[in-house]
């Protein structure tokens, strides 16, 4: 069964930075390229991050460019968000996100629960 | 950036009922383009893929249809189960921008 579980939000000062964790199991991770979504509370999604199964190709969305970091250590199945600078415009759910495969990207077949990232004074 | 819409925002719809949903691209995305389905609370849920094929494990009564840049999701039948909010989704190019959401409730 394949499993994703993030860790590592909570509640940070603008400025401030987090690094989220997301434990991936019941697949071959290195396999899959992941990914990080998040969602504002009350509104819609958007793609964060996304990283290729080795690790050697990564993609930004433009609001995070240059203030976020993805990373994976496929030796122990974990997908990573390095978040600097955040700002209130941050908050959000983040959640990671599997690839259906190499011959659709970006699209999720599986994604996590969720952790809540609170950007506040 | 590829810009998505979706119509309606919302409807009101009863068990039984046959839903639609429609899904634009500001420009052609071919047939890269997903449907999820998110109830409150859950992370988000792929039943169409690359614009009609059903992902594995979701009931039959969902069809996804389109290509270019018009693209409709119908529900037949439609369960209890299936009352949420329903976002497409295009994946032909980097960001892969999500529709604003269409919410189906109970009527």
């Known amino acids: ?121 | 950036d590829i810009q998505m819409t979706q119509s309606p925002s919302s409807l009101s719809a009863s068990v039984g009922d046959r839903v639609t949903i429609t899904c634009r691209a500001s420009r052609t995305i071919s047939n890269y383009l997903n449907w999820y389905h998110q109830k409150p609370g859950k992370a988000p849920k792929l039943l169409i893929y690359g614009a009609s094929s059903l992902q594995s494990g979701v009931p039959s009564r969902f069809r996804g249809s389109g290509s270019g840049t018009d693209f409709t999701l119908t529900i037949n039948n439609l369960q209890p189960e299936d009352f949420a909010t329903y976002y497409c989704q295009q994946s032909y190019s980097v960001p892969g921008t999500f529709g604003p959401g269409t919410t189906v409730d109970v009527k």
């Open chain 1, 1 to 121: 069964e394949v499993q994703l579980v993030e860790s590592g939000g909570g509640l940070v000062q603008p400025g401030g930075s987090l690094r989220l964790s997301c434990a991936a199991s019941g697949f071959s991770f290195s396999y899959y390229a992941m990914n990080w979504v998040r969602q504002s509370p009350g509104k819609g999604l958007e793609w964060v991050s996304g990283i290729s199964g080795s690790g050697a190709s990564t993609s930004y969305a433009d609001s995070v460019n240059g203030r976020f970091t993805i990373s994976r250590d496929n030796s122990k199945n974990t997908l990573y968000l390095q978040m600097n600078g955040l700002r209130a415009e941050d908050t959000a759910v983040y959640y990671c996100a599997k690839d259906l495969g190499v011959a659709t990207p970006r699209t999720f077949d599986y994604w996590g629960q969720g952790t809540l990232v609170t950007v506040s004074s």
